[in-house]
C-alpha cells in the first residue's frame, strides 16, 4: 500500500507542517507547485528530500489561489485551466530533476481535487492537460470520480486514493471541512480505520452507514495537528500487520547534474 502525504505548503517565511519527518515516513509525496502554495526553495527542498529517501513526487496542482490556499472553486476557462495545470508540472518537474528525481504522477489540490469529482469540463481540462504534458502518466483522485474515468479514457494511468484523516459522506465523497467531524484526529483510531480499509473491510460513513473503499494509496494530510504522529502510527500499524508500503509510481533513477 502507498502512504502520502501534502508537502512543501509553506510560503516564504511561513512554515507549515514538518516535510522532514513526513518524508522518512510515506512513500509519495503530493509536492505543491506554487498556485496554493509553495515557494521555488521549498519545493526544490522538498523534492531534494524525496529523492533521497526514494519517495515518489506527485505534482499536487491547485487554482492559482494562494490566499485562499487553493481551498475556493475559481470557475475557469478550460483552456486557461490546461495551461495553468501544464505549468505547474513542468515547474516542479524541473525542480525535481534539479534534485535528481522526476515528478511521476499527478494529484490535484483542495477545491480542484473536490471539483473534477463531478464538473465534466474542468475534471477533461485537467486531463487534456496531464496527457500533453506526459502520455500514460499515472494520477490519483477519488474513486468514482469524472477525473478518474476521463484519465483512464484517456490513456492516463489512473489510481485511487482514501484518505486516512478524512471523513466520508454515505456516497464516498469527503465530508466538507466547515463540518463537524469532518478531520479526524486521534491516531489510533485513524490507524485501525487504515487497516480495515486494506483489509478490504468497511468503514464508517458520517452518518454511521458501512463504506467500502479499494485504494491504491492513502493519504495522510501533513497540514493537520498531529500529522507526523498520525502519519508514523499509520505505518507502524500497516507494516505490523504485514502490508508493506511501497510508491505507487515509483521514482525513476536519476542523478542531479
Known amino acids: 500500500m502507498d502512504v502520502n502525504a501534502d508537502l512543501a505548503e509553506g510560503f516564504g517565511r511561513w512554515e507549515l507542517g514538518d516535510d522532514t519527518a513526513l518524508l522518512d515516513i510515506v512513500s509519495s ?3 505543491a507547485c506554487g ?10 527542498a522538498a523534492c531534494s528530500g524525496a529523492a533521497m529517501r526514494g519517495v515518489a513526487v506527485g505534482a499536487q496542482v491547485g487554482y492559482r489561489d494562494l490566499a485562499g490556499f487553493g481551498r475556493r472553486f475559481i470557475d475557469m476557462d478550460p ?3 490546461v495551461d495553468e495545470v501544464i505549468y505547474q508540472i513542468g515547474a516542479l518537474d524541473a525542480l525535481a530533476r534539479v534534485a535528481g528525481t522526476a515528478v511521476t504522477y ?3 489540490h483542495g477545491a480542484l481535487y473536490n471539483t473534477i469529482v463531478s464538473h465534466t469540463e474542468q475534471a477533461e481540462a485537467v486531463v487534456e492537460a496531464v496527457r500533453r504534458f506526459r502520455p500514460g502518466m499515472a494520477v490519483l483522485g477519488l474513486a468514482g470520480s469524472e477525473w478518474l474515468r476521463l484519465a483512464g479514457e484517456s490513456g492516463l494511468n489512473p489510481h485511487r486514493e482514501a484518505f486516512a484523516d478524512r471523513a466520508y459522506t454515505p456516497e464516498g465523497t469527503l465530508v466538507p471541512r466547515g463540518r463537524p467531524g469532518a478531520v479526524l484526529h486521534d491516531p489510533e483510531a485513524i490507524a485501525d480505520r487504515c487497516l480495515r480499509i486494506v483489509r478490504g473491510q468497511p468503514i464508517e460513513a458520517a452518518d454511521g452507514t458501512p463504506l467500502s473503499l479499494s485504494p491504491d494509496s492513502i493519504c495522510v494530510h501533513g497540514d493537520t495537528p498531529d500529522a507526523v504522529r498520525i502519519a508514523r502510527t499509520v505505518r507502524r500499524k500497516l507494516t505490523e500487520q504485514g502490508t508493506p508500503i511501497e510508491p505507487f509510481a515509483p521514482p525513476p533513477a536519476l542523478v542531479a547534474d
Open 79 to 81: 483552456a486557461e485551466l
Open 35 to 44: 498556485f496554493h502554495a509553495g515557494d521555488p526553495r521549498t519545493l526544490r
Open 29 to 31: 509525496a503530493n509536492v
Open 106 to 108: 499527478v494529484k490535484p
